[in-house]
């Protein structure tokens, strides 16, 4: 597999220069987790140094292979590193290696940079933390593991990295496991990946039936000559898989609660980066998801639906860091929207990942700022006004709502309009669903973002007595201001002239212009009038009024989203109970039937045993006798065989 | 007349015998070794006798086994007139032997904190618990000749599976047994137990050396030939009317062998004998033992007996049934380790026999891949054995061993290791061994073959709860006594330990090259 062809005819080649150390990318940080572990106290002093030290060295790689890949022409930029023969058993044949095109060049970008800054900022934030060497190995942890997920050639080699990213937020969310609901919020999240870890080791057992091999380019090679149904399926389980990592409908419920892991985190993984994976899976399954229209159109369902939950639950959420996680649930829901549309769509899904990325990341960090000034309070109704003494995370923090909202000219305004636009196209009744679940979704994003900003920066101060808001140090906010900074101009650098999505387009296709079923610019003036709506609401109810401290009792619609649209119950209802009655069940199966079985042969067994044992009676002399009875007995049935 | 006794007189007697002795030099070289160590047994002084005979030992065993891997392997030959066969099979299990039988001595060499061999006695002559006896243990006597006797052993046991004629066989099988009747008997402590062994292992092994010598009479009547190929040619030629002698011939040669590796209703003295033998000569003789006996029965079913197989498979299928079944259902009731450890190795003879029993080339290294794995595993297992102890005597008995994880998390772990490589779990060798004997059982091995896959399977189910049921009481059980202790072993047996174990679990992990190199070696040369 030097070479391998991709859909629009561009070669993959053997990586050289840079590219061909691409495996530093997921050794260095692998090297910096393994290192703290094991090295133990010892490290304490130094070793949040080194891990950041290391993210940085990663994201130097990967910059230094981006320029060798700007050097070439877009047909050749896409690399293929081999490491080693993996798994080798009779006609199957895995080797490992790496796939460095411009989609995975996309993420390891995203990831090295942003991962980067994160650690920096939580140098400051986890300074007086007794365990931040362990909080700093396993952000290395996470670091690898990702690229490893977006740079595998192989559907199981990205398994690797997904259950290692799976592994390193597991962690990282029950970081303070001596809390127990911290430490339950590790588990939901945990099982709740399972689910959809199912559905993509699955889709790769399917993919080794069908197909024989697991790798893209064999995949990818099959996909025209598999059956319908089967691709289908496996699309279906890739979707399953990617609902789960990405926290869509119907496997959400696990995102608001990892907020309890550490803010630094939720900004990389439960925001930035991992979450993520579930669209770069789409994506980088586009071959799959383009043979089979069904499947694409479920992707579709689950973004729209998610995209609209997401929103709803955000409007009613008081704690700062779950409102987040419920816009990055809406958001991922975007993306996924987009990524259900094909070729269209995949360009501006990875888009609005990137911007989201960052504006996001830049939130939560500002979200981390202020819970750092305000004792750990996470209530925003016990905020209010803090713009006055939090003049840097309030400028920082307002990029990234301006970018999230899609104001021009900040990056999510080029992103996200190009994803609603892209919705408005097909025939039929699907761009008039899709389009107006995207367009309704900017509304009520602008609503609840507004809300989360007012209610935190603006209006009166309803801190309790015993806190003294301060702003942050430097350490924390300057990767605010640099992801602030990229809030504002990174869309705008990247969409203005179309550079983002003509750099993916050899990987994943696109180009031809699509019109949609409404004017593209009445579109955008549509998009911009629902936004100003949102915020003038937002601003007239948390502004204008006084804002309660205590919640008020709200309407049926406020209160269902105030517990996540009854998610747990529904989860709680529909699988845990009966999952319970079915192990009870179980359970009493095996103790009586099973152990019973068992028991009794077990018995008898042993009672055989002490029969026989009888004939054991330490004199030569039987078994002399013993031996010569077998001999006669044999040579006699022998005989009489013959 | 006279023209059928010339004719019977082997063709090494009438004509110059050519000698390939590269070829047989490992054999030379362990058989010279142990005259050495008989002289050194009689002129070195008492002090230095005990690191000299191991030390000697031990160079001896890696230069033969130098010599076979650099020399030996390319000079596959029929040599000294066809009574010695140096093929692939006998290569591997030559190096098989002379790997183990390294690891064997040095658990044997071990002292403890002692002056000399922790586990034999000071003077095997004297009466145990006789003054003479507390005499010989305060002049710091010692029974150093157990060295040599190893190496004779040894080098029977490496012609056991080369031997082309059964005279040659027989011999091979008395130079194996004679010093290991010794062996046992020379046991530091339980001196009775250990003479008891002695006695019913020299007993019953007469008994079946006569079985053996019966059958190869009868083959010399029925073929007119000791030899291995002769018989096989013979079998379809002979005159008619001594069809008749064929076949107990065929059977009587197989049970002598059987014997030797404890195939049930064979297997009586296997039990007293690795109980009241020295901990290390138990290792040494379920591991080599068997290893060579398995490569003469291979030898003789698939060079001498294959042509009329169809006539005594039955027999040998029936015997690795009942080896299966009886090893392992009575190791369920065992109290005490080391008995427990004589019945397992009883049910593994079992198993192995599955692989013999496919007759094809995979059935041959499959065999010898099982051999090897299961020696290396039950030499660590032995030489932990002998660390476990209350009050000085080795703690076999089973509730001593209750709760040893809590104290001794280190020893108990290895040893759990090991039990679950009796069990064949997978990631250790005995789950790669059972595949190797039991995949050629059910591709090559017809019905028959499938059937005792099945008992097999169900029979390691048995053995398995064996195992467990020792894990669970070394790790969930509160220990019964204070005593019990682990004692700090020397290097040689941590070497053999780690060896033993590590590579029990290479073979698990990456078990190709050992098997492939068994398949390569899986020809027989007629």
């Known amino acids: ?642 | 007349m006279s023209a059928v006794v010339t004719s019977a007189v082997p063709a090494a007697f009438l004509q110059a015998v050519k000698v390939d002795y590269w070829a047989v030099l490992p054999l030379l070289i362990v058989l010279g070794g142990a005259l050495v160590g008989v002289l050194v047994e009689a002129f070195a002084p008492r002090r230095s006798r005990h690191t000299l005979q191991v030390v000697w030992t031990l160079l001896t065993l890696v230069a033969s086994l130098v010599v076979l891997a650099g020399w030996s392997r390319g000079h596959e030959a029929k040599t000294l007139g066809g009574s010695v066969v140096i093929d692939g099979p006998t290569l591997f299990l030559q190096g098989t032997l002379l790997a183990l039988s390294i690891l064997a001595v040095l658990t044997m060499a071990e002292r403890f904190p002692g002056q000399d061999a922790d586990a034999f006695t000071p003077m095997g002559a004297a009466t145990p618990g006789s003054p003479y006896e507390a005499a010989a243990a305060r002049a710091g006597l010692t029974t150093s000749e157990i060295f040599p006797l190893t190496l004779l052993s040894v080098a029977g046991m490496m012609l056991f599976p080369a031997a082309g004629d059964l005279i040659t066989m027989f011999v091979a099988l008395e130079v194996l047994s004679l010093p290991l009747y010794i062996m046992c008997g020379l046991a530091r402590r339980r001196r009775l137990l250990s003479h008891e062994a002695s006695l019913k292992y020299f007993l019953l092994g007469a008994f079946s050396s006569a079985f053996f010598l019966f059958g190869a009479a009868l083959l010399f009547a029925y073929s007119g030939s000791l030899d291995l190929v002769t018989i096989a040619s013979t079998t379809s030629a002979a005159a008619p009317e001594l069809n008749n002698l064929l076949l107990p011939g065929v059977l009587l040669v197989l049970i002598g062998l059987m014997f030797k590796i404890g195939a049930v209703p064979f297997h009586s003295w296997t039990p007293d004998v690795y109980q009241g033998a020295p901990t290390p000569v138990s290792g040494f003789m379920a591991a080599c033992t068997k290893a060579a006996a398995f490569g003469a029965i291979l030898r003789v079913a698939y060079t001498a007996f294959d042509g009329s197989r169809w006539d005594w498979r039955a027999a040998v299928i029936a015997v690795a049934i009942l080896t299966m079944v009886v090893g392992s259902v009575l190791s369920v009731t065992q109290t005490d380790m080391k008995r427990l450890l004589a019945y397992s190795s009883i049910a593994h003879a079992g198993f192995v026999l599955v692989g013999v029993m496919a007759f094809d080339k995979a059935g041959v290294s499959g065999t010898m891949f099982y051999v090897a794995a299961y020696g290396l595993t039950v030499i660590a297992a032995f030489a932990v054995v002998s660390m476990i102890r209350e009050n000085g005597s080795e703690a076999t008995h089973l509730s001593q061993w209750a709760g040893l994880g809590k104290n001794h998390p280190v020893v108990a772990g290895v040893f759990a290791f090991i039990l679950l490589a009796f069990a064949g779990i997978p990631l250790t060798s005995g789950f790669t061994a059972k595949y190797a004997v039991f995949a050629p059982a059910v591709t090559d091995g017809g019905r028959a073959g499938v059937i005792m896959v099945i008992i097999g399977v169900l029979c390691s189910a048995i053995t398995a709860f064996v195992y467990v049921r020792i894990i669970i009481l070394m790790y969930f059980t509160e220990p019964s006594s204070e005593d019990v202790t682990v004692l700090v072993p020397s290097p040689m047996t941590t070497i053999a330990v780690t060896v033993g174990v590590l590579l029990t679990f290479a073979l698990g992990v990456v078990p190709g090259p050992v098997l492939d190199l068994a398949g390569q070696a899986s020809q027989f040369i007629r």
């Open chain 1, 1 to 642: 597999m030097h070479s391998l062809i991709t859909e629009t005819g561009v070669v993959t080649q053997a990586a050289t220069g840079v590219s061909s150390v691409g495996w530093l990318l997921v050794a260095l940080p692998l090297f910096g987790a393994a290192f703290l572990l094991v090295g133990g106290k010892a490290t304490d002093k130094w070793g949040h140094h080194l891990a950041t030290i290391l993210s940085w060295a990663a994201f130097v790689v990967g910059a230094a292979a981006f320029l060798q890949m700007l050097g070439n022409d877009p047909e050749h930029r896409s690399y293929h590193l081999r490491l080693f023969d993996w798994i080798s058993a009779g006609g199957f044949k895995l080797e490992a290696g790496m796939l460095l095109d411009q989609l995975s060049m996309s993420f390891v970008l995203l990831v090295t940079f942003v991962g980067s800054l994160i650690h920096v900022y939580s140098i400051g934030y986890m300074a007086h933390d007794p365990n931040r060497r362990r909080f700093f190995a396993y952000l290395n942890l996470f670091v690898a593991s990702m690229l490893l997920l977006v740079l595998a050639d192989s559907y199981l080699l990205l398994f690797v990295g997904w259950e290692g990213v799976g592994l390193a937020s597991y962690l990282l969310i029950g970081f303070w496991y001596t809390n127990p609901a911290y430490a339950t919020a590790g588990n939901k999240a945990f099982v709740v990946n399972r689910v959809g870890d199912i559905g993509l080791t699955l889709a790769i057992m399917a993919m080794f039936a069908v197909f024989g091999h697991v790798d893209f380019a064999s995949v990818q090679a099959g996909v025209g000559t598999a059956s319908k149904g089967w691709v289908t399926a496996i699309g279906l389980l890739l979707l399953l898989g990617a609902c789960g990592k990405s926290a869509q409908f119907p496997l959400q419920s696990w995102l608001g609660d990892a907020m309890a892991g550490p803010t630094p985190v939720s900004a990389l993984i439960h925001a930035a980066t991992m979450v993520t994976a579930g669209v770069y899976l789409v994506v980088r399954s586009g071959f799959i998801f383009d043979a089979s229209p069904d499947a694409r159109l479920a992707v579709c369902f689950v973004g729209a639906i998610t995209l609209l939950f997401g929103a709803i639950v955000g409007c009613a959420k008081d704690d700062i860091k779950k409102a987040l996680a419920a816009s990055t649930m809406s958001q991922i829901g975007y993306m996924m929207l987009a990524a259900g549309l094909g070729p269209i769509g995949y360009a501006f899904a990875i888009f609005h990942l990137l911007t989201h990325g960052f504006f996001k990341a830049g939130m939560f960090l500002g979200a981390g700022s202020v819970m750092h000034g305000m004792n750990n309070q996470v209530d925003m109704r016990r905020f209010g006004g803090l713009a006055t003494v939090m003049k840097i995370t309030w400028v920082t923090f307002g990029f990234g709502w301006l970018a999230i909202l899609g104001v021009p000219p900040f990056s999510g305004f080029w992103s996200k309009d190009k994803i609603i636009e892209a919705a408005f196209v097909g025939d039929g009744w699907q761009p008039w669903v899709f389009g107006t679940a995207a367009l309704v979704g900017a509304g009520i994003t602008a609503f609840y973002m507004s809300r989360l900003f007012f209610m935190t920066f603006q209006g009166k101060k309803r801190w309790s007595d015993d806190v003294h808001p301060h702003e942050s140090p430097l350490v924390m906010t300057v990767p605010m201001m640099v992801l602030a900074v990229g809030s504002a101009v990174l869309g705008l650098i990247l969409g203005v002239t179309d550079m983002f999505p003509t750099w993916l387009e050899p990987v994943v296709g696109g180009g031809a212009e699509e019109h949609p079923v409404i004017n593209k610019w009445v579109l955008m003036g549509l998009t911009l009038v629902l936004v100003i709506v949102g915020i003038a609401l937002a601003y007239v109810r948390y502004v204008r009024e006084a804002v309660p401290v205590a919640p008020p009792k709200g309407s049926l619609l406020t209160q269902a989203a105030r517990v996540d649209l009854y998610q747990d119950a529904v989860n709680e209802g529909l699988f845990m109970r009966p999952g319970i009655h079915l192990t009870r069940g179980l359970v009493f199966t095996d103790r009586k039937g099973v152990d019973g079985a068992v028991g009794g042969l077990a018995a008898f067994v042993g009672g055989a045993s002490s029969r026989v044992r009888r004939l054991q009676n330490g004199y030569a002399r039987s078994y002399a006798l013993t031996m010569l009875a077998g001999v006669v007995a044999i040579l006699g049935v022998m005989w009489v065989i013959n």
